[in-house]
């Protein structure tokens, strides 16, 4: 038998990193062994060096998954070997040759076909964790980033319920995309203590020494993979033996591309092909549920299994100093205000956010003599005039602040504070800054369609059409002016109960993606 395994050398050059490599691969498989044949993949001499252990590991899985030809067995095989999880294209070529070879014959095949999937993965000498008998929780983005948009939002209070209540396993992706690892001790605070531990070096040093490899069992995904993640995953989906269930935000890139950078397509492209190949997408609202819904009609002509679309609304859960009347979070802030009314606008300045829009109705009530501030709270943006349009109007004097990186406490207190908010979303998944406003009795004007619509709908919110200008200066106008329809709305938005929690809202997507995923393999 003839085999591209290369003996580890004995140099003093490279023998040592050799040796190490060797049995970092030696103990991956043996792990697949495990697995895979039982006590039939015990190495019947225990005093075999590590290059004639891995040829023995090889022979013993590369027989067994010529003769059974189970794609599990198979994607398992292949992702020890490289240290990486393959993509389709890895996985068809390996049926493809599955089929063709002999037990022999396919072992020089798969040895030469890792090494392209290994270039993706961890380091070399990389230990393995096999994971069958939890779930695998994605918080890639979570975790190495200090972001705390809507999505991350949704994870920094989900996650560390679920890891209370349940055993779960929670990753990341080597630095390559390649693979699953495990976190490191500042990802992990970012996760499960963000409201304390937020400030940590993002910064990612040194190989991933610990890969995670979900096999048999669900995969969860509380956030949109980039297109190099999703390529192993639409893999893991379809020959891993695995579900994948995941949180759908909304098809923004898919519905209203404009709305968004103009490189995004590959990554949502990809994030597609995940979602089709996915078990259950639970969506934030009912709008979100509905655009899933027609993507997965669109899917029955390819004759794919069809996800479950769930509609599973964010809660929304007041912390316990939001009515905290001696709270003084934004000092800042309140110094600025000096008694004028304060309207907030809370969100990423991008297009879809809409914030030049409200940039130019408050001009032109600043220049009829209308006196109020205006405060945007939230993170960073993209392809907008919005930083430029502020210092123009703050050059004029106009009464503008502007805070890109706040912590929920302050943000909650801004609202508080606020005679209104004001959200004009071209496209939204859910709103929740409309929702947190009501739940602090802060009335809204905001968009009149899609998910903002639906929240607004028991009372508290002055609807426009975002694109309408005139409508939305007069509404700001209105609510700054018109004591009736204020108080009005005011009256309203106190008297929203919102009873859910993000307790309760954890409790149930866990329900929802878990345990409806089933047991095992679809």
């Given amino acids: 038998m003839t085999t591209t395994a290369v003996r ?17 691969q030696r103990n991956r498989l043996a792990t697949v062994a495990n697995a895979i044949l039982g006590d039939d993949g015990t190495v019947p ?74 270039v993706w993965g961890g380091g070399a000498d990389s230990a393995m964790e096999l994971v069958s008998d939890r779930p695998v929780v994605d918080v890639n983005a979570c975790a190495r980033s200090d972001r705390h948009t809507g999505i991350q939002r949704v994870e920094r209070e989900t996650i560390p319920r679920w890891n209370a209540a ?25 996760v499960f203590d963000w409201h304390t531990a937020h400030t940590v070096d993002s910064a990612i040093s ?73 078990a259950v997408i639970a969506s ?24 479950k679309v769930v509609s599973h609304p964010l809660p929304v859960d007041i912390p316990s100093n939001a009515w905290d009347e001696t709270l003084v979070a934004n000092k800042d802030l309140a110094d600025a205000q000096q008694g004028l009314p304060v309207i907030v606008c809370v969100g990423s300045h991008e297009p879809r956010k809409n914030h030049l829009a409200v940039l130019h109705a408050a001009e032109r009530l600043w220049r009829d003599g209308v006196n109020f501030e205006l405060w945007f709270m939230g993170g960073g943006g993209w392809g907008t005039y919005f930083d430029v349009r502020v210092k123009q109007l703050k050059r004029r004097g106009r009464r503008l602040v502007v805070r890109k990186a706040v912590s929920d406490r302050v943000l909650w207190d801004a609202i508080r504070r606020a005679r209104f908010t004001v959200f ?68 309203q938005a106190i008297s929203r109960i919102f009873t859910r929690t993000w307790d309760d809202y954890a409790v149930e997507l866990w329900d929802v993606l878990v345990n409806s995923a089933g047991e095992g393999a679809r």
Avoid at 284 to 307: K, N, T, Y
Avoid at 448 to 455: F, L, M, P, Q, V
Wanted: one cysteine or more; hydrophobic letters at 40%.
């Fill in 8 to 24: 580890p050398s004995s140099s003093a050059s490279g023998g040592a990193a050799s040796r190490a490599i060797t049995h970092a």
């Fill in 284 to 307: 934030i609202s009912e709008s979100a549920a509905e655009e899933f819904r027609g993507l997965v009609d669109a899917m029955l002509p390819q004759q794919l299994p069809a996800p």
């Fill in 166 to 190: 349940h055993d779960i396993v929670v990753v990341a992706w080597t630095h390559r995309d390649g693979a699953y690892r495990s976190l490191k001790e500042k990802e992990r605070a970012r």
């Fill in 424 to 491: 004009p979303s071209l496209h939204e998944g859910f709103g929740l800054p409309v929702a947190e406003s009501l739940s602090v009795g802060t009335p809204v004007i905001t968009t009149n369609y899609g998910s903002t619509a639906e929240i607004a709908e028991a009372g508290g919110c002055m609807l426009v059409d975002p694109r309408d200008d005139a409508q939305l200066e007069a509404a700001m106008r209105s609510l700054l002016y018109d004591e009736s329809v204020f108080q009005q709305l005011r009256e």
């Fill in 206 to 278: 040194g190989e991933e020494t610990h890969l995670v490899v979900p096999w048999r069992t669900r995969v969860v995904l509380p956030e949109v993979p980039s297109a190099r993640q999703s390529t192993r995953l639409r893999a893991l989906a379809r020959f891993s033996g695995s579900d994948i269930v995941l949180i759908g935000y909304d098809l923004i890139p898919l519905t209203s591309p404009e709305y968004l950078p103009k490189d995004s397509g590959p990554d949502f492209l990809g994030y597609l092909g995940v979602v089709k190949r996915s």
């Fill in 45 to 118: 001499d225990r005093s075999l060096d590590d290059y004639d252990a891995i040829l023995w590991y090889l022979g013993k899985l590369c027989d067994r998954v010529v003769l059974e030809r189970r794609d599990d067995e198979l994607w398992l095989l292949f992702t020890s070997l490289a240290g990486a999880m393959p993509g389709e294209s890895d996985m068809e070529k390996g049926i493809d040759a599955r089929s063709r070879f002999t037990g022999s014959e396919f072992m020089d095949w798969i040895i030469a076909a890792s090494s392209a999937p290994a």
